[in-house]
């Protein structure tokens, strides 16, 4: 059975230039250092992430690899350094700017609201590509109506394509835990991104719910070509669809390159010893 | 690939519905209900009489002024124990609008009354908004506790600003209400419904449930919206809500600013009902603590967050004292005087002081949680989380 | 300069009720993360008791009785409401003590009636001069009760078992399960400690010298202060508490003397509220950081 198609969206959104018409552009994070009282989170991490490709960030616990995507997302401010998407310098930015920058994020424990519906929850991903406030919303002005509708049909798309389809309607509280870690990813997707962010997709699955994970993010990456950078654990699943992995060790980054580079390097080796590292 | 997503699917509970119901049983039945619902309130003046019509507005009061608290405190998360003071603004600034010009006391604007109206909205709004920046630093219980210092300064201000409270002692009358020059009293045009006159009495239930049905349309239009979406983000994880493209401060702003909005509204109300707006001599009074808990208590009763659920707590809380009042004559009770006397008010205190207990004990989505699950029952579907 | 002085050694006087106030609130806090809403009534109940057995049993055999009674409300109120609340989280808690507020407070009004007993010992009423200040004797013996009570607390909290295991519930609650800490039991007595505070402290309160008024909903009120005492303080923080009680205590003398005495309640949240815009978690408290 052949998985549904995720069209790419070719309706303008209500603002000018539709994102079907964004292409991904690099990230580029220039030496960032992170503190945290004595503590260096982040020792001048540098890396880029080429534009649609799918870039991985790697380490053993505590490397540094959360905090590092949440200066990515604004959720903390870096104490040195830049983050620049293309042109855009994100360094600094109140995280809800970047939403409709183009930049998706899905979260670790899935950060969803388990009482509201699988629709409910992905339609705040679509909160950038709205407007109206209370009046316009509460008074239920045709435009407001017209285009959460419209919003809807492409939040239902979304969610077809992850499988999510039957369970639409159903409260996230009720669902499996993998459908859950769906409905985070179908969010981000919500954004219309231009950049992905994952933070361990995978965390909690088994092997097969991995590797259909793996074949998911690899066909989100080819259908809409957006740009990927996954934080994982998982070996397999980063070694197996990364186009790049950078590993970071303690917050500082020592290695960068295609997975085959990055698993024979004898520092990666020996940060992750006693674990496997294929 | 899909296969195991479908098996993953098949796993889940039988409820789950196909993905796009087009015509939704329920939704059709709860509209028909609300409707039916309206034609009562409608009819209602014709038979009941002044008294019991005003026991009903005092209950619309209440309704006004806890959807506006369920918004803020159920769908934003935020915590507000200010209730009152929005009262007092919305009633002194209905008043102070609305009053005559050349008095000597206090001071007036002579406005019209309906323009007062909107107002005295907008000021509590204003005020809801400058108050924004410190809840939006504060979390929790300790942005609850900072809401109460507002009740305190206006107890002050109620005191102290005479000339434009009128005073605790005095107090001063409002304008009475009146719409493109209709009066909302017994003068003006004489008019009769099916044979019964349409006087101040039922000319103010129309008026109040006009301005409930108002309330409680935008409320839950908003709250099913992308406003509502965007608070309920806020509440349960501010990090993921704000990654969402959602401002948090704005988002929260934004509802203190609604809430206070109708709590101005419910002020307004408040200081046409009394026909008097007199400020309190203690913090506890018609807008002290113990309102912002009733109102509060409102709001626990019927379910946070849920706008139904907050009409159905203020009849309870509203309408038990003024019910009590009026069966009081008719059944001899709360005739005992003095100490230890029963009062009506009394009564209804210990009602809804023990239905908050029962609620956070035994259901503590209120009374919108068990309504859900008397629906589902009927009509075998997990209904989300009603806005 | 002689005014100054009065106001602050008598508001400090009033500081110490609070701070006793505020370090049974808390207490509970640290214990369970809810805020007792129902702080007031626990007071008034203690009150209560006070009036009730007055006669029979004298002063102080009364006040011991207040005392007692306050605790096991409390203790009650943990163990028959609280935890019986199986998916009740913090804040859902936090709003039952408020109807546990409601009722008990309306209550024990009710059956006031419009009497006010004054329960101060045989020290109230009685005020002294020294060196050209006067001073109120209740609010010395409150002073000097309670320092007594707060380094009795203070070491409890340091050196017993559990004070070590309140501590250890408060920084992680399953670890210190998981190291055998009975939750319950440190909850309950968290409890019934608040409520002998309370007990205490309304003895204090309904006297000539503090308040003026004896008990009724105005004592209430007052102990509502305990609040902002403790938001002040930082709601996880004893030293805060005692802190925030004796700030409150202080601003409320002075305000009432220099500006108003109705501003005098409005003053002491208003200095809540400064002090929270500037630390939003209360001046000793731990900030919350949200994991990502």
């Known amino acids: 059975m052949t998985p549904p198609e995720l069209p790419v969206t070719t309706e303008a959104s209500p603002r000018a230039g539709g994102f079907a018409t964004r292409t991904p552009e690099k990230l580029c994070v220039e030496n960032v250092s992170l503190r945290f009282g004595g503590i260096r989170a982040l020792d001048e991490v540098s890396f880029t992430v080429a534009p649609g490709s799918l870039h991985a960030l790697i380490g053993p616990n505590g490397a540094g690899k959360s905090s590092c995507f949440n200066v990515i997302s604004g959720l903390y401010r870096a104490d040195d350094g830049r983050v620049r998407l293309g042109e855009t310098d994100l360094t600094g930015l109140a995280p809800h700017k970047l939403a409709g920058l183009g930049v998706g994020r899905s979260f670790q424990n899935a950060a969803l609201s388990p009482g509201s519906t699988v629709l409910d929850n992905v339609m705040l991903g679509r909160h950038a590509l709205t407007r109206g406030g209370f009046l316009e919303v509460g008074l239920r002005l045709p435009w407001t109506v017209r285009a959460e509708r419209r919003h809807a049909e492409r939040v239902r798309e979304i969610c077809a394509f992850l499988g999510l389809g039957p369970v639409v309607d159903a409260p996230v509280g009720a669902l499996p835990y993998g459908a859950v870690k769906r409905v985070d990813l179908a969010r981000a997707l919500a954004v219309e991104p231009v950049l992905l962010l994952l933070d361990e997709p995978a965390a909690g699955m088994n092997a097969s719910e991995t590797a259909e994970l793996a074949g998911t993010i690899s066909e989100i990456r080819t259908e809409l070509g957006i740009s990927i950078l996954l934080v994982e654990h998982d070996m397999g699943l980063v070694m197996g669809i990364a186009d790049r992995v950078t590993v970071l060790d303690f917050g500082r980054r020592i290695a960068d390159g295609t997975p085959a580079e990055v698993q024979s390097d004898p520092d990666v080796i020996k940060a992750y010893l006693g674990t496997e590292a294929a | ?387 | 300069m002689n005014t100054f002085l009065q106001l602050v050694v008598n508001g400090l006087g009033k500081g110490a009720v609070f701070a006793l106030l505020a370090l049974g609130f808390v207490i509970i806090f640290k214990a369970t993360e809810v805020v007792n809403f129902a702080h007031g009534s626990l007071v008034l109940f203690g009150g209560y008791l006070v009036v009730v057995t007055r006669d029979a049993l004298g002063w102080v055999g009364a006040s011991l009785v207040g005392i007692v009674s306050a605790g096991v409300l409390g203790l009650l109120v943990e163990r028959l409401l609280l935890s019986r609340s199986r998916h009740a989280d913090a804040n859902s808690l936090a709003l039952l003590t408020i109807g546990v507020d409601v009722m008990v407070t309306e209550e024990i009004v009710r059956r006031l009636g419009v009497t006010l007993p004054f329960l101060g010992g045989a020290w109230d009423a009685k005020p002294f001069q020294l060196g050209g200040i006067t001073l109120f004797r209740t609010h010395l013996v409150a002073l000097g009760v309670a320092a007594v009570l707060i380094t009795a607390f203070w070491l409890a909290f340091k050196y017993s078992n559990w004070g070590v295991a309140m501590r250890a519930q408060a920084e992680n609650r399953e670890a210190a399960a998981l190291m055998g800490i009975r939750s319950s039991r440190v909850t309950a007595t968290a409890w019934l400690v608040a409520g002998l505070l309370a007990g205490v402290a309304v003895l204090f309160i309904a006297t000539q010298d503090f308040s003026g008024a004896g008990l009724s909903r105005g004592t209430h009120s007052i102990a509502l202060a305990a609040f902002p005492a403790a938001i002040l303080g930082g709601l996880d923080s004893t030293a805060g508490a005692v802190v925030g009680g004796l700030v409150v205590g202080l601003v409320e003398a002075l305000s009432a003397q220099y500006v108003s005495f109705d501003f005098s309640k409005s003053a002491v949240f208003l200095v809540m509220l400064v002090v929270l815009v500037v630390r939003p978690s209360g001046l000793f408290g731990t900030r919350e950081r949200t994991r990502v």
């Open chain 2, 1 to 387: 690939m899909s296969d195991s997503a479908v098996s993953e699917v098949d796993t889940l509970p039988e409820t789950a519905e196909p993905a796009r119901p087009r015509r939704d049983p329920a939704k059709l039945v709860r509209t028909a209900a609300w409707l039916a619902l309206l034609v009562v309130l409608l009819a209602l003046p014709l038979y009941l009489d002044a008294a019991w019509l005003k026991a009903g507005q005092y209950m619309m009061i209440g309704a006004v002024g806890a959807i506006g608290l369920t918004l803020v405190v159920g769908q934003a998360g935020q915590l507000s124990l200010a209730h009152a003071f929005f009262l007092l603004a919305g009633g002194t600034a209905y008043t102070v609008l609305s009053g005559p010009t050349g008095d000597d006391r206090v001071i007036g604007f002579g406005l019209d009354p309906g323009l007062s109206l909107l107002g005295a909205v907008a000021v509590a709004a204003l005020l809801g908004l400058a108050f924004a920046p410190v809840a939006g630093r504060l979390r929790g219980i300790y942005l609850g506790v900072a809401s109460l210092a507002l009740v305190f300064l206006g107890l002050y201000f109620g005191q102290s600003a005479e000339e434009l409270t009128g005073g605790t002692s005095t107090g001063r009358t409002p304008a009475p209400f009146s719409l493109f020059g209709f009066p909302f009293t017994n003068d003006g045009p004489q008019l009769a419904l099916l044979g019964v006159p349409i006087r101040a009495a039922e000319r103010m239930w129309y008026l109040f449930l006009l301005l409930t049905v108002i309330a409680f349309v935008i409320a839950r239009g908003a709250a099913g919206g992308r406003v509502g979406r965007s608070w309920r983000a806020v509440r349960d994880n501010e990090a993921a809500a704000a990654v969402m493209g959602v401002s948090v401060l704005r988002a929260k702003a934004g509802a203190f600013a609604v809430s206070s909005a109708y709590g101005g509204l419910a002020g307004a109300m408040t200081v046409l009902w009394f026909d008097i707006l007199k400020p309190d001599e203690s913090e506890f009074g018609t807008y002290g603590i113990n309102v912002s808990i009733a109102f509060l208590a409102m709001v626990i009763i019927g379910g946070l967050g849920s706008v139904p659920g907050a009409l159905v707590g203020a009849l309870i809380v509203n309408g038990l004292p003024q019910v009590l009042a009026l069966y009081s004559a008719d059944l001899g009770w709360f005739s005992g005087t003095g100490d230890g006397a029963l009062t009506p008010v009394l009564v209804s205190s210990f009602v809804y002081g023990a239905a908050i207990i029962l609620v956070v004990l035994f259901e503590p989505g209120g009374l919108a949680a068990i309504g859900r699950r008397i629906t589902q029952r009927r009509f075998r579907r997990q209904p989300p989380e009603e806005p």
